[in-house]
């Protein structure tokens, strides 16, 4: 049972380049996420989405793109890297539960360093 | 949007004694209050949680208590041991309309338990 898998866990990317951040479950959770934390701020949301082919912004959105075609992919994209972007990326799923009282599953993260 | 405050940020005990973090919310329509562990290089893992309708919940050597009308809610760990050693979010979260819910994140606080 692999739960949240995120790949890849460590990336160096050099101003301006882009990438994608893959995220994938395999618990059929209609809710995933993308959040990025930082020293001292705890996690930000980034995007959010409650269900295939639905996406939303989250509280720090600016240079990130989003989309999801299937329930169990939601890829992040960086579309020209700052370092700005440093930071550690995490994804999570949930499913929406009653009344939304739902635990939220994280991967391992995403260890991204941009020069 | 929803503000979640945390402290203390770094916390330090002695194996067995009890720890306390404490977390105040801004939005009276949050509804759920999770709580994280984060150990070194993982991602954050549901500890426990409570509802806005219940105000105390316990598990084993952990308990949460939510205060809804000073909006306030804490982390009560007793008879601490080394292995709660680890940096614990507090969040809030606020049901989404079509499922799932948005959670708002504290800043941690780096818990270490010595010996």
């Known amino acids: 049972n692999a739960g949240v898998t995120q790949t890849p866990k460590f990336q160096v990317l050099k101003t301006g380049q882009s990438m994608t951040l893959q995220c994938a479950q395999d618990?059929?959770?209609?809710?995933m996420s993308w959040y990025r934390q930082d020293p001292g701020m705890g996690l930000r949301l980034i995007h959010y989405?409650?269900?295939?082919?639905?996406?939303d912004q989250g509280e720090v959105p600016n240079g990130y793109n989003v989309s999801r075609s299937t329930t169990e992919d939601f890829p992040l994209r960086l579309l020209s890297a700052a370092p700005s972007q440093t930071s550690v990326y995490f994804c999570a799923s949930s499913l929406p539960g009653t009344g939304g009282f739902t635990e939220a599953f994280f991967g391992q993260g995403t260890r991204l360093t941009v020069v | 949007g929803e503000n979640v405050e945390q402290h203390p940020s770094t916390l330090s005990v002695q194996e067995g004694d009890s720890a306390v973090i404490k977390c105040t919310y801004s939005d009276s329509a949050s509804n759920y209050f999770p709580w994280y562990k984060q150990e070194l290089g993982k991602g954050p893992q549901l500890i426990i949680d409570?509802?806005?309708?219940?105000g105390e919940k316990k598990d084993q050597r952990i308990a949460v208590t939510l205060n809804k009308t000073a909006k306030h809610f804490s982390l009560h760990i007793t008879e601490t041991q080394p292995e709660d050693s680890a940096v614990y979010f507090c969040a809030a979260s606020i049901r989404l309309t079509g499922g799932g819910n948005k959670l708002t994140f504290g800043t941690g606080t780096q818990l270490k338990v010595e010996l």
């Open positions: 989405s409650v269900g295939a082919g639905i996406t």
């Open positions: 618990m059929n959770h209609e809710y």
């Open positions: 409570i509802r806005s309708n219940v």
